[in-house]
């Protein structure tokens, strides 16, 4: 019925892979969101909330309820910048730097089950693919 429908595809496609991250980051008591959120603030401690936003492309506001939820679990600590009271930079707190390898692990894992299932080269073209989608669409 909709198989050239972008929308449903992808919509259905999201959810599967919800459930694929969703699965991988419950051991670390992560949602997938928070899950790469962390795993972005790790990478880049002092990034200004705005650069995460952009970075993760997502909205300020849900930025914000995202690092609440991180705080909330004391992965990550704000701190206002000496430039703009109004800009906040994120660094990581001891117990999500304590969790660092495993994240980055069970986010491997995914990858790696997903590129069995699809292959390597399929995978990669795909992920290409819909990031020059989400690109033009922007």
């Known amino acids: 019925m909709f198989d050239q429908c ?3 595809n992808t919509a259905a496609l999201a959810r599967t892979l919800e459930r694929e991250w969703a699965t991988a980051f419950k051991p670390l008591g992560l949602a997938p969101a928070q899950g790469f959120m962390l795993r972005a603030i790790l ?3 002092g990034m200004l909330q705005s650069e995460l936003a952009s970075a993760l492309a997502i909205s300020r506001p849900t930025a ?3 690092l609440d939820s991180l ?3 004391q992965m990550i600590e704000r701190h206002p910048t000496g430039e703009d009271g109004r800009q906040v930079a994120i660094y990581p707190t001891r117990k999500a730097i ?3 390898t495993q994240l980055d692990e069970a986010s491997a894992k995914v990858t790696d089950r997903l590129k069995k299932k699809l292959g ?4 990669q073209t795909m992920v290409a693919g819909v990031r020059d989608i989400r690109s ?3």
Do not use: G, Q
């Open 6 to 8: 972008i929308y449903f």
């Open 43 to 45: 990478k880049k401690p």
């Open 64 to 66: 914000t309820r995202a």
């Open 71 to 73: 705080v909330a679990k």
């Open 98 to 100: 304590a969790i660092a």
């Open 120 to 123: 390597d080269s399929n995978f």
């Open 136 to 138: 033009a669409l922007e």
